[in-house]
């Protein structure tokens, strides 16, 4: 019997939430352990797809989650006091380098905070711009973001 993407992506979203799954491969073998017959690149499309995120574990490391509105500003103080997290500042740019993985989360959650001196983010798996608006000052504007997390 064929089982649907839908299905797959409801069993990875158990998993997620009920499992600290940090690795692809972890997810990969959980699931073929579970009876699907599934690839490290079908499960890294879901990821994709999903909007899945990895975030900070309280004893470290990081695991994938799935984020809800409430979760963002949470997550974008773990992120940000993360010992790993890098912030510079030049001009009206943050430019905030966390650990791989992790740039979509903070991504995520900068966009979800809708702070109003951001003109734009880009992100990567490991990292944030974070381009202000005219006449907002990066050096004020990370202070700033730093003391609501």
Do not use: C, H
Not at 19 to 37: F, P, T
Not at 78 to 84: M, V
Not at 135 to 141: D, L, M
Request: charged share 25%; aromatic share 4%.
């Amino acid at each position: 019997m064929r089982r649907s993407k839908q299905e797959r992506q409801q069993a990875i979203k158990s998993l997620i939430n009920n499992e600290q799954i940090q690795r692809q491969e972890d997810l990969v073998q959980k699931l073929n352990e579970a009876g699907w017959e599934v690839t490290q690149a079908t499960i890294s499309r879901d990821i994709t797809e999903m909007q899945l995120v990895k975030v900070p574990l309280p004893t470290g490391g990081f695991a994938y989650a799935m984020m809800s509105g409430s979760d963002y500003l949470g997550q974008l103080g773990r992120i940000l006091k993360e010992s790993t997290t890098e912030i510079k500042t030049q001009a009206n740019m943050v430019m905030i380098r966390v650990a791989p993985g992790t740039g979509p989360a903070l991504k995520t959650a900068l966009e979800e905070a809708d702070l109003t001196d951001v003109f734009g983010l880009i992100g990567d798996d490991a990292g944030v711009l974070v381009i202000l608006n005219e006449g907002v000052w990066a050096r004020q504007f990370a202070t700033d973001l730093m003391a609501k997390a």
